[in-house]
């Protein structure tokens, strides 16, 4: 079926340092999501991108939408322990919304 | 208040007992969702239901029956439960099929023994 690759799998970081996330699909995306899950909690809906070659801040976040629609990267600036947990983009195949295997994110105090 | 909301919270039953999981939603929204998150982190959809009716149906054992009373609430009965149903269950919600941003449950983490 569809899919949307997500790499890395794992990234540990210490504390200040940055982090990039990144999600390819093989077929032009009408858009990209982008989630994040605490440990132990839920997915929370972070951002939508629509625009091909799109970039959007949230305070330390910057979101990408690749030219071609068929990647995107979500970067942190300077991680904070805040910032641990997974993050997952997702994408629309037909009438589904198909996620990412996310990049757990660790932050070294 | 809580947006989506499930219950149990935590589930722990023996192989072959059948058990329930319960969503409900005070968004308004009329599109639904199962999904199962395994031990590694993998969130797949299972089911998805748009007013009542059942509008994805992912290959999932038939051992599973979502059931959707009326569009606030979606539960989902499983059958002669497996080692492998050892997963977190999250329901969702977004406004209708298309809309894109979709509301998590806390999540109903069910361990079969």
């Known amino acids: 079926g569809q899919q949307v690759m997500q790499i890395p799998q794992y990234q540990h970081v210490q504390e200040g340092e940055d982090f990039t996330t990144y999600c390819n699909s093989s077929?032009?995306?009408?858009?990209i999501q982008w989630y994040k899950q605490r440990p132990g909690g839920h997915p929370v809906f972070l951002i939508q991108l629509v625009k091909s070659g799109e970039v959007k801040k949230q305070k330390r976040l910057t979101f990408q939408f690749g030219e071609a629609k068929k990647n995107s990267s979500l970067h942190i600036t300077a991680t904070q322990t805040t910032d641990v947990g997974t993050y997952f983009c997702?994408?629309?195949?037909?009438?589904?919304?198909?996620f990412g295997a996310g990049t757990i994110l660790r932050v070294k105090s | 208040d809580t947006a989506v909301s499930q219950t149990p919270k935590y589930l722990v039953t023996q192989m072959g007992n059948d058990k329930s999981i319960k969503c409900e939603q005070n968004?308004?929204?009329?599109?639904m969702y199962w999904y199962k998150q395994d031990s590694k982190k993998f969130l797949k959809i299972m089911f998805s239901?748009?007013?009542?009716?059942?509008?994805i149906n992912e290959t999932v054992p038939n051992r599973f029956s979502p059931k959707s009373p009326d569009k606030a609430h979606l539960n989902l009965h499983i059958n002669s439960l497996e080692l492998g149903d050892s997963a977190v269950y999250f329901c969702a919600s977004s406004q209708d099929p298309a809309w894109e941003t979709q509301y998590f449950g806390p999540g109903t983490r069910l361990l079969v023994l």
């Open positions: 077929t032009t995306l009408s858009n």
């Open positions: 968004l308004g929204h009329d599109t």
């Open positions: 239901y748009n007013n009542k009716e059942l509008i």
């Open positions: 997702a994408a629309r195949y037909g009438n589904k919304l198909v």
